[in-house]
């Protein structure tokens, strides 16, 4: 018997992956939680059939998440995750010594002992004493609180089920509240390659340069997303991304990245015309 | 009836498109031609049931084998092309005043008859005075020819088929005679997402290296190709991709372009760390 899972990128494309063993499968108070061990990319994380990380890739997405804003402000202390149940964000964050402690307030717990059980290799620093893991929803957790963080990282899915809150104009005033002076915010912004996607992306976009003096979108190739091309919002009150890398002192702390270089860094901010284009247009 | 097309990019990955209507279909003299109608990316041709273009995303690697050499050496005039029969590399080369003469040298003229017939938007400038289409084996064309031409372009299969002799030592040795002093060659060379395609891409650069005293690779997100994300060969006599871009005489041009700009074009260039690492060490 050959077992293969699909997830429908748009209803006419389709991508597939050989499955040696459907691991866990459950509906969680949020969501439908599953884990796939597959041939080609190691286990997989589903959230309602959607691919969120899987062993082989997830390096991808966790080092641009986490690296480009280190490499901006290397004094980063204080850390705010929304999502990133998996714990591959939490685990890039403890590599910096600087860190004193992150936040990260994942709404679905189901998630994290999934991780717990199943990704061994992504969840490995949530037990790290500079992690304080809250069962919150994240749209709550950040109201009435002010100048706390120094950075932002919204590690969370498309903005359909539980996601659906952390695409907001609120939930983003509430973010800029929540930074200090130097804050930084990066969220996921989906893949220009499909219009769905993009307008969620493109919409994100405009509502955070509403609020935040520097916003620049960035990319990076990640081969099980849909595309396999995803963009990341880099939303800023003081920090330009690339102005104000501090290359040196990134690369001294010798930090050993799969993805990741200054360089790329760099790079990663050049976007395609089309991409660019449909940015300052506002439209897909 | 739902009809899809499906490519295995491994044995364990699948990349599948839905399928309004099979327009073509034959078997050459070297490989299966095929054309279909997508619902995501409008006409798609197979060569041997791979994807080769899609009228949607061709603008991507048609941007990507072409512009970046032009951008480096902004006097090229005799342009080879080796394979390249659906003709979107002819078309971007024909944008360049400059450019005097091409010779496209494609193995299968069912490749360009195909495409002369269903992708009028790639084949457009077939039938340019400038273009010289000859139906050979770019491999013997090659031998017995010295010092002529400005730029190479392998724009070629995968070195399965009729593609293969373009992937040996004896075939580049040909190439750097061909050239001038000043000549550039790019290829094709594959995705790193996938070892089986990444082998020919490494084994391809050595060889390369080899003969040419500047070999660069660059990167771009081709959403229809394995792992959306796909690396060319920069293999130079003279010129360096990066010092010697001529960013302002390219962008005096006023060139349209939906895919490269020359931001870009120095982010192509910064490669990923598991890239760069791989091809360092020389093996996958």
Redesign the interface.
Known sequence: MEL?Y?ENH?????????IKEHLFSTQSNFQRVDILD????GKLLTLDGLVMVTER?E??YHDMIVHPSMAVNPNIKNVLIIGGGDGGTARELMRYPNVQHVDMVEIDKMVVDASRKFLPTMSSELDNERVNVLYEDGVEFIKNKNNFYDLILIDSTDPIGPGEGLFTTEFYNNCFKVLKNEGILVNQNETP??NEFFKVGISSNIKLKKMFPIVEVY?A???TYP???WLFNFASKKYNPIADLKEDDWNSLGLK?????T??H?????????V?EKFENGNV
């Not at 748009?10 to 050989?18: A, P």
């Not at 597959?38 to 990319?41: G, P, Q, W």
């Open positions: 293969w699909s748009t209803d006419n494309v389709r991508f597939s992956l050989k597959t041939y080609e990319y890739d390096f991808v390659v499909y990319q190739s990640i081969p595309g396999g091309y990245t799969k993805y990741y270089n360089n790329l760099i790079g990663a901010f050049s976007l395609p015309n089309y660019k």
